[in-house]
């Protein structure tokens, strides 16, 4: 059986926690005999400015291009909101994205029948919401050149930074969309403020053109980012596959994140491209922060983690049924009343994040009879 290479990044705040989560369902997998993992640990983020004064060291980075894929919980907490930029916990996340080209970030937004009525929406508007969001992760405003804060002559100062986006980032992105699409509702809407961008314009027009020239079975459309905002919280069910650019996604997604309840259910997989020894760069994570205020009492839910276990199940080692049973043993786990108490609604008794990972084990077990 194929042994599969995995760094664990566990990060700062709750990530320790829901990360030991992961890995026993981890362990389950390979207990079962249904995968074989060789998972080594690393450290990001405040923890690794803690020990080694920088958020991600070059060694890190190179243990992450060498593994078959990263698990990586969450990072940043008031601790180290004092420190310039390039020190700062999100600067490490932010390198090991562009480092491992990871260019294409999915987050999937579901509501799980067992938690539709824990969403702040009504429950009718957001049973049955599946949709997938493509965020454009290493361009635009995030990584734009130039960038700074100035002084100026009155002693005041200036900080600024650069949108931008070439044909050849805005079709790579779209290419992913757009094949995701048709594995799903075939339905892609693209999301750009064009209406007072240039770069928006440009996003608008290449994709518009390789949707003509490509995937004439999908149907695009565009929509402005404020409108996007609104339609997804007043009919979030007309969406199928939204693509659009980093600073928008990462907005968007945590919208939508709350559509489905909880920022403790939402998974995340972030892609590179497929290199010429056939191996793809990825990155699975939780599209929640690190929770500082309630880090350590083991409380957390992992279950968004568990589901990017899933995800990296299914993306990166071709174990499809291995991720629809996981997701599986979660959704009926959710069903019977099992809560962490991000997610416990009224009458439910909250537990923490250790039995919920040993209630995920005991479904999977139980399933797999
Ligand atoms: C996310 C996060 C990150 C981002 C931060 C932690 C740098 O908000 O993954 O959405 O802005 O991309
Ligand atoms: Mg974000």
Redesign the pocket.
Known sequence: MIVRNVLALAGDGIGPEVLLATRRVMDWFQSTGRAKFNVSEGLIGGASYDAHQTPLTDETVARAKAADAVLFA???GPKWDQLPYDVR???G??RL?KEMGLFA?L?PAIVMDALASASSLKTDLVRGLDIMIV?E?IGGI?FGEPRGVEQLADGTRRGYNTQAYSTAEILRIAHVAFELARKRGKRVCSVDKANVMESGLVWREEITKLRNSTYPDVELSHMYVDNCAMQLVRTPKQFDVIVTD??F??IL??LASMLTGSLGMLP?ASLGAIGADGRQPALY?P?H?SAPDIAGKGIANPLAMVLSLAMMLRYSFSLGKDADLLERAVQNVLSAGVRTGDIAEPGQIPIGTTAMADAVIAELTRLAK
């Open positions: 969450c990072i940043g916990p999100e600067k996340l932010l994205r970030n987050r965020r992760l995030y980093n600073l996604g990462d997604s945590d995340s994570e599209v922060g």
